[in-house]
């Protein structure tokens, strides 16, 4: 059973914006905090965002902080990752996750998420 939905990739020019969706099912969606997460090639998988279960704590790494916003929209559960300013180097497949459990803060161990998201790709264009 497909749980989570990745949509809003694509190709953009620096300095460009783009918001990626992640659609959960209810059950994930209010049980599992979120996270997004990237991996370019011949790289390893990265947090770049993520959010505990009720949306009020979020971090980010120094990478991607006061570009990319994560938000949870609960009456469509639906997870945001808002992209701005984007950098060449921010071109990766973008995955969103879901934790195994609830925690009330954000998660940042790849290790944490047994739900992925098929990926989504962003490239971003000198």
């Known amino acids: 059973q497909v749980q989570l939905v990745e949509s809003g990739g694509g190709s953009v020019q620096a300095g460009g914006s783009l918001r990626l969706a992640c659609a959960a099912s209810i059950r994930t969606f209010s049980r599992n905090n979120m996270g997004w997460f990237r991996q370019a090639p011949g790289k390893e998988r990265e947090v770049v965002a993520a959010t505990n279960l009720s949306g009020d704590r979020t971090y980010y790494p120094d990478s991607v902080k006061g570009r990319f916003t994560i938000s949870r929209d609960s009456a469509k559960n639906t997870v945001y990752l808002q992209m701005n300013s984007l950098k060449p180097e921010d071109t990766a497949v973008y995955y969103c996750?879901?934790?195994?459990?609830?925690?009330?803060?954000?998660?940042?161990?790849?290790?944490?998420?047994?739900?992925w998201g098929q990926g989504t790709q962003v490239t971003v264009s000198s």
């Open positions: 996750a879901a934790t195994r459990i609830a925690y009330t803060t954000p998660v940042l161990s790849l290790n944490a998420y047994d739900k």
